[in-house]
């Protein structure tokens, strides 16, 4: 019996503000669900069984929780993963890779179908950011030069002159001189010398000091410091989100072992620097007798001037099946690095058998392209 389908366009976003905010601890998840014919289950009740586990797509299960909700009219559930019971703050995101395993069961029941484990691989360790302490803080910028001096105050008045000291004694007079015989009157005598001056008198005191004069204008303020270091880079951004769902090429359309596309994919134009993150999902099979062999899937670009697409990250080696039996088969991975330009993306394979290859479904890829 065929498996229901899903087109998984999962868009986590989780932000952290301080050590003491709360983070939103949950995960939107959008799928469009399908019946074994890959038509759309409309306006109907659907169960989803999620689980997280560690290290590895079979690793040990570190959360794990069960969700009913409804379609829309073309199909499209929507539910916030960690919304049940006490949300994803159980989950240690600081250590090991985590994968998401979605299973479902279309008619609403508990008997669920595995579709498929993803890694989740970078939007939703946000979560792990609420925890962590804050960077360090950047270095104070250098001191400004002093402003210039304020121009020098007016010189204040002159004290009060002290007064005149007292005048100094008359020095004593000079010694009479003998007195001549009397005879003829001589000659009038020389004026006696002038007496010693006396001693100086005393300084007088100092005058009281004068007003203090007023105080110079302000000097200019001195010139703006130098600009601190940048803070740490923001947190990624969602650019564009992009689905795609077809049959698209298959296998055994390809040449042997020549490089193709199968499946439906995205045409996407990025600037440089943007990342691409790619899941694709294709169900492929074989109807000859003895099965087929030998198949290898990869993630895959091809830039719009190329001839033929590139594989990329690890692949799926030498995948095998038996006759009349069909499995679906998912890729995912970031492109980083990718000059700017126009891309095709998707999922690409190769066979030295391809056409055994001939059991083939529709196929579902995502793309998120972010800075």
């Known amino acids: 019996m065929k498996k229901g389908l899903l087109l998984f366009t999962a868009l986590i976003f989780a932000t952290c503000a301080t050590v003491q905010a709360q983070s939103p601890q949950g995960m939107n998840y959008q799928a469009v669900v399908r019946n074994a014919t890959g038509q759309p289950v409309v306006s109907g009740t659907v169960n989803f069984r999620f689980t997280i586990r560690t290290g590895t797509a079979t690793g040990t299960s570190v959360f794990q929780e069960t969700q ?11 539910v916030v993963i960690g919304s049940v019971g006490s949300g994803l703050s159980s989950v240690d995101w600081a250590n090991g890779s985590k994968f998401l395993q979605v299973e479902i069961d279309p008619t609403g029941g508990t008997t669920f179908t595995d579709m498929g484990t993803t890694q989740l691989v970078s939007v939703p360790y946000a979560l792990y950011a609420a925890n962590s302490a ?3 803080q950047g270095p104070t910028g250098p001191q400004g030069a002093a402003g210039n001096d304020g121009a020098t105050g007016a010189t204040g008045a002159d004290g009060t002159n002290g007064t005149d000291g007292a005048d100094g004694a008359t020095g004593p007079q000079g010694p009479q001189g003998v007195t001549g015989a009397q005879g003829a009157t001589g000659p009038q005598g020389p004026t006696g010398a002038q007496g010693a001056t006396g001693p100086a008198g005393a300084t007088g005191a100092q005058g009281a000091t004068g007003p203090g004069g007023a105080a110079g204008a302000t000097g200019a303020t001195g010139a703006q410091g130098a600009t601190g270091a940048n803070g740490a880079q923001g947190a990624q951004g969602i650019v564009n989100v992009l689905t795609a769902s077809a049959s698209g090429a298959n296998p055994n359309d390809l040449t042997a072992n020549t490089i193709g596309f199968v499946g439906p994919t995205v045409s996407v134009t990025i600037t440089a620097g943007q990342k ?4 694709a999902t294709k169900a492929m099979g074989s109807s000859i007798a003895g099965g087929a062999t030998g198949l290898d899937i990869f993630p895959g670009y091809q830039l719009s001037t190329a001839t033929t697409p590139t594989a990329s990250g690890n692949g799926i080696y030498g995948i095998q099946c038996s006759q009349n039996t069909r ?3 998912t890729v995912n991975y970031v492109f980083i690095g990718l000059a700017a ?3 095709t993306v998707g999922m ?3 066979s030295p058998t391809p056409a055994n290859w001939n059991l083939n479904e529709y196929g579902y890829t995502s793309v998120i392209v972010v800075n």
Do not use: E
């Open 68 to 78: 009913s909700t409804s379609t829309n009219q073309f199909g499209l559930a929507s």
């Open 134 to 136: 804050p960077g360090p």
């Open 276 to 279: 691409i993150h790619l899941v």
């Open 327 to 329: 499995t679906p088969y």
């Open 341 to 343: 330009g126009t891309y």
């Open 348 to 350: 690409v394979c190769r």
